[in-house]
């Protein structure tokens, strides 16, 4: 099991895709930097690209790729299998440690007032960790609906800053209807489950969970006919005319296939019978909203996808229902059946063909091993953030990436520009700024192959 003290240190201290200080001077322009109007469709890069319908991996090798991650690298974990690994000494201690590092932190709850020690002892309180058990196997379930998954058991956000409530550092993640997951432990009020995915761990309210039998769950968890989400967000509805309003999931999630007719696609979806068990239901979607079956891997569907997501709005760890910059690149692989990490500092790790660089390497280096890497396919990682590689216009690359924004110098200052949402840049932007250019921050290229 992937270290949950290790990805809370990740968000306190590397702070993903964010800024540390307190105000935004100025509002981004719609075309950053050197791009140009037509560079916003999927189209232009799949014209520049040397192959752009050539498979990348075939469905064999994808699964190879994921397994790779789940065994050698670890980066993921199979949730069916994680009895094996589950060692719930370490979970206790990693929840420990937890409060031990936002005890030290001198964070602001959202009226402002600082962190007081009661608080988080009630928090502490409710963890219940007396009641871990050691050696205890999981439950399984499914998220009935878009469940945020926290750091601590609680829905209070705790803030660096106590004007900015955009970042709250108890977000971990969020969890799409449809996840499976394992529950490992449950708060002592009975409101929050902790629970693990294949791709984060953290605590869920238990509203949105429906345990059920691990067949049922891995049946349909498993499902080899299934509708995947290609839109940014997608809608389900409850009835065939598509009035009875449930839920959306988000780019990548897959759904198990029942039917498609009249431009309706049939999906099962799960959710709490009148004991709260778990109960799979059909429901119905937009089927120009999903693809039967994951993509083809290819340089034109990443173009596709990933252009889909231009402009969508930022969201610390899916705040709001959104993405990250980690997210986003997620989201888009997932539609190819690639389960790639949550973290952009874990996403570094997964490519087979690697550059890496530091602080000293010359532009012209770095440049030079980007046009080396296969557009489309390639992630350009720093500390905090990733970026999906477009290629390169009149010797500039450029990278589609989501994020909060950028510093400038204007008249001698410093400012800040927001961005808040996916867009395409250079790699120049923030260039002779303190924080330094995108491209001066990389420090890896890999390319998922």
Known sequence: ?????FSILFVLFFSSCVWAEEHVNYEAPS????????????????SRHPSPDTVIMAPPAIEAFNETLRGEKKLIKDIFTIVQDLKTETLLADMEKTLVDIKQKDYFTLNGLKVETDFLDDIRRNMN???????????????????PQRFLPTNEGLYVDKDNYAFDQLQNSALDTGTPVAVVHQSADGLWYYVLTAISDGWVEAKNIAVGDINQVKAFANDRDFAVVLRPKADIFLNEPMTDYYDYVRMGTHLPLAGIDAGRVTVNVPVKGANGALVIQQAYMNVEDTNTGFLPLTARNIYKQALMMLNQPYGWGDMYGEQDCSRFVQMVFATFGIVLPRDSKDQARVGRKVFNFDETSADTIKIEAIMKSSAANTLLAMKGHIMIYLGTVDGKPYAIHDTTGYKQMVDKKEVKYAIDRVVISDLSLGQGASQRSLLRRIIRTVTVE
Do not use: D, E, Q
Not at 1 to 5: E, L, P, T, W
Not at 31 to 46: C, E, Q, S, Y
């Open 1 to 5: 099991m992937r270290s949950f003290i």
């Open 31 to 46: 075309l950053l930097g050197h791009t140009k109007r037509v560079m916003k469709t999927a189209g232009f890069w799949i």
């Open 129 to 147: 960790l007396p009641g871990i058990v050691m050696g205890s196997a999981p439950r399984y379930g499914l998220v009935v609906h878009f469940a």
